[in-house]
């Protein structure tokens, strides 16, 4: 955590790039965003394995920055010997908060490993390192596409957070009731931990239909008709997209959100006419 945390508690996320300009832009990237005293970074982590080296190259070089920077970690399709080494080597390395998920199978892998759940990744993180790391889980206000129902999946939540998470973070969303809603649910459930709302800037509409289709955020239709009027206007896009945006995080702030983690795509500048635009 950072000495002096920016008081409206935001945390933001990065993927690890594939070519060398994108590493050398993301250095700039983090240290726009460092500026603003976050309370830590986060690397996402290809499921499967495929980018577990440059997930942990990505979390050291953040972490150059001082900000506490959180690897994800997936167990699907993975051994516990591999996780055991994974875990060994972020403590080593100084790591002491994780984003434990289940993932996704990639398609072609054969076989699902020995933790089925993100609750079963918690515990096992938990026996094997007790409580080294601060551990986040994932949240779905809009319901996990593959769940029965959103009852069923705040059961499910519930689980991981009581197999020993310190906090969630959710997916990103556009209706700030859904995220009130699910928080009341889960705190029906016992769950006392901070949820965070996952914040997804608005930058580029074609990106953003595509991605919500495939993780079941909803786009609401009168955002959706804007942004189809704009056409390949990115400026009108941006500018629609921040004021959006910016009203969402205030409400979900003014109704007691306990932070906001924003998902940057590795790009500094919409996330910040946002930041700007808040208070707390
Ligand atoms: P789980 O919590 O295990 O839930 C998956 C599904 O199984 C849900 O439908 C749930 O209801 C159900 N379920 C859960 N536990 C049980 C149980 N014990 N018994 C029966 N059913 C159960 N993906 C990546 O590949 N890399 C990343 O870096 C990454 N980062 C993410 C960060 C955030 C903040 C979020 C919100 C998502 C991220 N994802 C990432 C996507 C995530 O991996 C997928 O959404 C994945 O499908 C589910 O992972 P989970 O940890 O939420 O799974």
Redesign the pocket.
């Known amino acids: 955590m950072s000495r002096h945390e920016h008081p409206l508690g935001i945390s933001f996320e990065f993927f690890p790039p594939g070519t060398e300009a994108g590493r050398d832009k993301l250095i700039q990237v983090r240290d726009e965003l460092a500026a603003r005293q976050p309370r830590f970074f986060s690397v996402?982590?290809?499921?499967g394995g495929s980018t577990q080296a440059r997930t942990r190259e990505i979390v050291r070089q953040v972490s150059e920055s001082g900000v506490s920077t959180a690897p994800?970690l997936?167990c699907i399709g993975s051994e516990k010997a591999q996780l055991r080494d994974l875990l060994a080597q972020y403590r080593e390395e100084g790591v002491d908060s994780l984003?434990a998920?289940?993932?996704?199978m990639p398609s072609g892998m054969a076989s699902i490993g020995e933790l089925r759940?993100?609750?079963e990744l918690v515990e096992f993180i938990r026996d094997e390192t007790g409580n080294h790391f601060d551990i986040a889980?994932?949240?779905?206000p809009e319901s996990?596409p593959?769940?029965p129902n959103l009852d069923?999946?705040v059961e499910?939540?519930a689980?991981?957070m009581k197999a020993g998470a310190n906090m969630a973070?959710?997916?990103y969303f556009f209706t700030a009731d859904a995220y009130f809603h699910f928080v009341d649910k889960a705190r029906a459930l016992g769950v006392e931990q901070p949820i965070i709302p996952?914040i997804m800037p608005i930058t580029n509409y074609t990106k953003l239909a595509r991605f919500s289709d495939a993780?079941g955020a909803e786009i609401p239709r009168w955002i959706r008709k804007q942004l189809e009027s704009y056409g390949d206007d990115s400026e009108a896009i941006a500018a629609f997209g921040t004021d959006v945006v910016s009203r969402l995080c205030q409400r979900l702030l003014d109704g007691g959100a306990p932070g906001l983690h924003f998902y940057t795509l590795n790009q500094a500048a919409p996330v910040l006419k946002i930041v700007d635009n808040l208070s707390g």
């Open positions: 996402t982590y290809g499921a994800h997936s984003v998920l289940r993932g996704d759940y993100a609750n889980v994932a949240a779905y996990h593959q769940a069923r999946d499910n939540f689980r991981k973070i959710t997916q996952g993780c």
